[in-house]
């Protein structure tokens, strides 16, 4: 791993980071950023963790992350991270973590709301989230979407900024890339140029999608779009028009959650009850709440089946033009 100066926005920040990222969108090189990267000399062992597969130690500014045959991440008040690489790591393997769980507990400590789904954005009501369990189809149902038009903001992580005066609550795009399957791949006759390896042996692969237009990685390299434009910085915020908790159900079925439904679900999928298995402090609570009165939220049953993807887009786009309360 060759220390360097990269430059990238990802979820709102801008970042300066020791090594490359692929999830991350690059940008010209600043002067002022928010998050600072730094990658140290690796180690052949880690005997604090005494073997253990992993280890999370998080207060309320700073975190320490361990990942055995990874290494060892260190955020810092919020603003930066600190790699300390295991030497049988690999280059990606350290990236896949970074972008991925270490800057969802980042986001947490700068005092987001996280998630664990996908989003897209809606041509009239906003962002929509689509929250779930791990195989519940979250990416699969983005994907479709996204194919019909609508704009791609994140994968894995939904990124919530609340403010809480004006219950104000607004999703910020994180990567660009959207992971799919090579069933779903073929199901939407994408082209195999059109993606990206994730890593060496992942059978997924990265679908590069634009956030604010929805097309593909085309239309995001040619600027026809906001997020095109690589020289505007970080991209804005949408406002936040829905939430759906997907579930793997016997029949198809969507229905409008109360308020309690919907902060239980809330705390369920968000940090750190997702990472630690335990719910946070106050302020967690309060987030929670705050969404669950704020924005319409739904419960999405469904079977996990390709030949039903488009039946199950075909209810989401019905209910949401129907529902104007959305």
Known sequence: ??????????FGLSICSDIPVMEFVSLQPLENYEIRIRAERARPDFPLYQG??????????????????????RICAGRQV?????????????????????????????GLLVYHGSCVAHRTHGAVALVGDSGAGKSTLAAVLQQRGYGFLSDDVVA??????????????????LKISPELAARLQLDSCELLAVQEGESKAYLPVCGECGQGDRGRQSGECGQGDRERGVAPAFPLGAICFLEVGEERALERLSAR??????????????????SGEQAHFQQCALVARSVPAYRFA????FQELEGDADLLEQYMSLKGDM
């Not at 295991?86 to 969802?104: D, H, K, M, N, P």
């Open 1 to 10: 791993m060759k220390p360097g100066r990269y430059f990238y926005a990802a």
């Open 160 to 177: 919530l900024d609340i403010q809480a005066p004006t219950r104000s609550i607004s999703v910020y795009p994180g990567f660009p890339l």
């Open 261 to 278: 439904e919907t902060m239980i679900q809330s705390i369920r999928y968000t940090m750190p009850t997702r990472l630690l298995q335990q």
């Open 82 to 110: 600190t790699i300390i690489p295991a030497e049988q790591a690999t280059s990606r393997t350290i990236e896949l973590y970074l972008s991925g769980v270490v800057f969802a507990v980042l986001l947490y400590l700068r």
């Open 302 to 305: 469904r079977r996990l089946s």
């Open 52 to 73: 253990a597969n992993h280890s999370f130690r998080i207060d309320k500014e700073d975190a320490i992350l361990y990942f055995s045959g990874v290494g060892e991440y």
